[in-house]
C-alpha cells in the first residue's frame, strides 16, 4: 500500500533529515564518500522505519513507542561524520597527523556498517514475513529490490573510500572484513537484545545501543590484536598500527566496560555451574541461597575489576602504577578543585535524589515531567566541571556510567541485600512506557544527552 510523502514525514523524522542535512551542507568535497553513504543511510532507514511501523509483531519492541528506525541508524554515523569535519580542518591547519583522521574515518565506516547490517536483517525479516502472506504482492518484491540497491551502492561506496586510505589491495581486503564483522556483530547483538529483554526497548533504540557497543568492544579488540602484535612479533617484522595516542582516562573507562561485560558472563556461568552441582541435592533456604548468590557477585566484581580489567588497561597502554593507583593520583594532583567537585556532586545528588523520591510517592505528577528534572541535574553538575575540569569530567562520566551499571545489575538479578530496594526505588520513576526486566533510561539517556555534544566539541573550536 502506497503511503503519501506527506503522511510519512512525521516530525521525528523531519528533524532527523534536517540535522542530516546541516552535517551534510558544511562537508569538505574530500568527505564526497561519507556524505554518499550518510544519505543512502538516511533514505534506507527512513524506508524500513515506514514499514517497520506495520510490522510490530515481528519484533518484541516496546509497546506505545514509535519504532524509531531512522533516528537510531543515522544518530552515530552523523556524529562520526561531524568528527571527520572538525578532523579534517584540523588537518588542513597541519594541527593533527594524517593517522588520526585515517582513524576516525574507519570509525565511521564501522559504525555505519553496524547500522546497515541492522537495517539490511530488518528489511529481510519484513520482507519474508510479507512474502509468505501474500507470494505475488509486488510491493514486497520492490521492497526488496530497494533495500538491496541501497545495499550495494553502500558497498561500492565503501570500497572506493577505503581504497583512498589504503596502501595495498590486502589492506583493503582486510578493512573490509573488519566492517563485515561489524555488521555481522551488530545483527546478532540486537537479535539477541530484543529476545532477552522483550518490551524494554523501541527498534530504533535497540539499534543505538548495538552499534554503539559493537563499535565500542570493536576498537578494543583491534587496539588489543595491535598491541599483542607488537609485543610478540619483533618491530621489523611488523607494522601493524592501530588507531591513535590513546589517554589513560579513555584505556580506564574501556577496561572497566570491559569488566563489566566480563563480570556479566563469569557471575551467570558460576550459577548456573553451582545450581547444576550442588543446587538439585542442597535444601538450604532461600535467604542462605540469596547470600551465596551475593558473596559470588561481590567477589567476582571485585576480582574483575581489580585485577582482570587492569591487566588489559596495563597491556595496551603503559601505566607506571596499577591503573587503580593511577587513579589515585589523578584526583589528588589538584585536590582541592576535584575533591570540592565531588564533594558538591554528591550534595546535589543526595538533595535532589530525596526531593524527587517523595514527590514521585506523593505527588500525581506525571513520571516522563518529574524525570525532566534529572536533565536539568545532569546540566548543573556537569557545567561547573566542563569550564574548569574537562579531564576529570570524561573520569566521572565513566564512573557514573559503570555505577547505573552496576546498579541495574544489581537490580535485575535481586542482589541481596541492595537488589530489592534498588528495584522499589527505581520504580517509582517508572511509567508505562519502561518494563520492569529493564530500567536504564532514568539514567543512560541524561548521560548520553549531555556526553555527545561534548564529544563532538572536545579540542576543536
Known amino acids: 500500500m502506497a503511503i503519501s510523502p506527506l503522511k510519512a514525514m512525521n516530525g521525528e523524522r523531519a528533524v532527523v533529515l534536517f540535522f542530516v542535512f546541516c552535517v551534510l551542507s558544511s562537508l569538505p568535497l574530500s568527505l564526497l564518500p561519507q556524505a554518499l553513504s550518510l544519505s543512502l543511510l538516511s533514505f534506507f532507514s527512513l524506508f524500513v522505519e515506514i514499514r517497520a511501523d506495520n510490522s510490530f509483531s515481528l519484533f518484541k519492541s516496546r509497546p506505545g513507542a514509535s519504532s524509531g528506525v531512522m533516528l537510531g541508524a543515522v544518530s552515530l554515523p552523523t556524529v562520526m561524520l561531524s568528527k571527520l569535519i572538525q578532523l579534517s580542518r584540523a588537518l588542513s591547519l597541519q594541527q593533527i597527523e594524517i593517522g588520526e583522521l585515517e582513524h576516525m574515518t574507519m570509525q565511521f565506516w564501522a559504525t555505519s556498517a553496524c547500522c546497515c547490517g541492522v537495517l539490511l536483517f530488518l528489511s529481510i525479516v519484513m520482507w519474508c514475513a510479507a512474502n509468505n502472506k501474500n507470494p505475488h504482492f509486488s510491493c514486497s518484491v520492490w521492497d526488496a529490490k530497494f533495500s538491496l540497491s541501497c545495499v550495494i551502492l553502500y558497498s561500492v561506496v565503501c570500497c572506493i573510500s577505503l581504497a583512498t586510505i589504503s596502501h595495498t589491495g590486502f589492506n583493503t581486503a582486510l578493512k573490509l572484513l573488519w566492517l563485515l564483522c561489524h555488521g555481522f556483530a551488530a545483527v546478532k547483538l540486537i537479535q539477541h537484545l530484543l529476545n532477552t529483554f522483550p518490551c524494554c526497548a523501541s527498534i530504533g533504540e535497540a539499534l543505538l545501543v548495538t552499534s554503539g557497543l559493537v563499535l565500542y568492544f570493536g576498537d578494543m579488540l583491534a587496539c588489543t590484536i595491535s598491541k599483542v602484535c607488537k609485543l610478540l612479533i619483533s ?202 526486566l529493564l530500567i536504564v533510561r532514568y539514567a543512560m539517556l541524561p548521560l548520553l544527552e549531555t556526553k555527545m555534544p561534548i564529544l563532538v566539541a572536545r579540542n576543536f573550536k
Open 235 to 436: 618491530p621489523e617484522f611488523v607494522s601493524i598500527r592501530y588507531g591513535i595516542k590513546r589517554s589513560e582516562i579513555g584505556i580506564i573507562i574501556q577496561g572497566v566496560l570491559l569488566g563489566l561485560l566480563i563480570f556479566s558472563a563469569v557471575f551467570k556461568f558460576v550459577i548456573c555451574l553451582w545450581e547444576y552441582f550442588w543446587g538439585a541435592e542442597n535444601s538450604e533456604s532461600r535467604q542462605n541461597k540469596e547470600i551465596r548468590s551475593s558473596l559470588i557477585f561481590f567477589t567476582s566484581l571485585g576480582f574483575i575489576m581489580i585485577a582482570v580489567a587492569p591487566s588489559w588497561m596495563m597491556i595496551v597502554l603503559d601505566f607506571d602504577v596499577h591503573p587503580v593507583v593511577w587513579i589515585f593520583q589523578f584526583v589528588f594532583s589538584e585536590p582541592f578543585k576535584r575533591l570540592s567537585l565531588c564533594i558538591y556532586w554528591l550534595g546535589l545528588i543526595y538533595a535532589s535524589v530525596l526531593r524527587f523520591y517523595n514527590i514521585s510517592k506523593d505527588s500525581k505528577i506525571e513520571r516522563i515531567l518529574l524525570r525532566k528534572y534529572y536533565h536539568l541535574l545532569a546540566v548543573s553538575m556537569f557545567l561547573p566541571a566542563l569550564i574548569y575540569q574537562p579531564k576529570f569530567l570524561d573520569l566521572a562520566f565513566g564512573a557514573a556510567l559503570a555505577f547505573f551499571l552496576v546498579l541495574e545489575i544489581t537490580r535485575v538479578w535481586r542482589i541481596w541485600p541492595l537488589g530489592q530496594l534498588v528495584h522499589q526505588f527505581m520504580s517509582a520513576f517508572t511509567d508505562h512506557r519502561d518494563s520492569d
